[in-house]
């Protein structure tokens, strides 16, 4: 993602561009945007529930804005942040960030049906990295330790290599 201050402006009205490009007007705010090294791929998080027809979870999302697709087309804005089986999250997704190749995608989230058999570790923890493959459309959780274990304090995505290989937490 990049951070320089020249970018912050533009990243803001891209934003707001991609959240009334829809055909909805959207019911909440957009933030923490990032944006893949051609410019062709942002992902965000919002609160808006109304840019998904399914988006009743009452939870913060991370959303996926693809140029490329036709303006009308569904895949041209969707939702990353879904459980497994296609089952909305049960909790908040924030702090996405993709990477430079648009390959991958990175976010934090409190929910623990991202991905099969995950609520059976741990639910102590406040938040969990997911890894979001758009070569395949899989999740992944990624914040364990060699053992298997969560981490017990929060943690949050920094940024990721440019082919998504490497994620950078604290």
Not at 39 to 59: E, H, I, K, P, R
Not at 105 to 126: E, G, M
Not at 127 to 142: E, G, P
Request: charged share 15%; proline share 5%; glycine share 6%.
């Amino acid at each position: 993602m990049r951070t320089a201050m020249g970018l912050v402006a533009p990243l803001l009205l891209l934003l707001s561009t991609i959240s009334y490009a829809s055909q909805w007007n959207p019911n909440g705010p957009s933030v923490t945007p990032s944006v893949s090294h051609d410019g062709n791929l942002v992902v965000f998080s919002t609160v808006a529930s109304n840019l998904d027809f399914d988006d009743s979870n009452g939870y913060q999302d991370i959303y996926l804005w693809d140029r490329t697709q036709p303006a009308n087309s569904t895949s041209r804005l969707r939702r990353l942040s879904d459980g497994a089986l296609g089952l909305q999250a049960r909790g908040l997704s924030e702090y996405a960030t993709i990477s430079d190749d648009g390959s991958t995608v990175y976010f934090v989230a409190q929910a623990i049906n991202l991905v099969p058999n995950a609520d059976l570790l741990q639910v102590s923890v406040q938040s969990r990295i997911y890894k979001h493959s758009l070569v395949d459309s899989t999740t992944s959780l990624q914040s364990l330790f060699p053992n298997g274990t969560l981490p017990k304090e929060p943690v949050f995505v920094c940024g990721t290599s440019w082919n998504g290989r490497y994620m950078l937490f604290q």
